[in-house]
């Protein structure tokens, strides 16, 4: 038996301690969703609450240029709405946000706007 393989079985058969574990991350991921009611964004703003999403349950912001839809009213979100499209509405809206640590976007028809947005955000 090689020593690799003999260190596999070993690590697989050694029972940890939970006083041993790693601590675990003081900061909770805080995510901006731009796009939420999207196909994709919708599709985080429904995954990353949940505590069992790596690095979660992540604090979520959505972002969108419409009401908040009925279908998403049940997502565990901060629900946005912005037009993006406006710099100095989505300054006035998103620049209040000092907690987020990642930005997810979705490729829609207004990428261009969004990726204005994010550069909106790095100044804050």
């Known amino acids: 038996m090689s020593w690799w393989w003999a260190r596999a079985i070993g690590a697989a058969k050694k029972k940890f301690d939970p006083a041993d574990a790693p601590p675990k991350y003081q900061d909770q ?13 919708n599709s985080l703003a429904e995954i990353l609450p949940l505590p069992d999403t790596p690095g979660g349950p992540w604090k979520v912001y959505g972002v969108a240029r419409r009401p908040r839809p009925q279908w998403n009213a049940d997502h565990p979100i901060q629900y946005i709405q912005c037009d993006l499209s406006d710099s100095t509405q989505t300054e006035a809206e998103l620049s209040q946000l000092t907690d987020v640590t990642h930005i997810f976007m979705s490729r829609g028809r207004a990428s261009q706007l969004k990726l204005r947005t994010v550069r909106l955000m790095a100044r804050c």
């Open 29 to 41: 991921g805080v995510a901006l969703v731009l796009g939420v009611t999207g196909l994709v964004g």
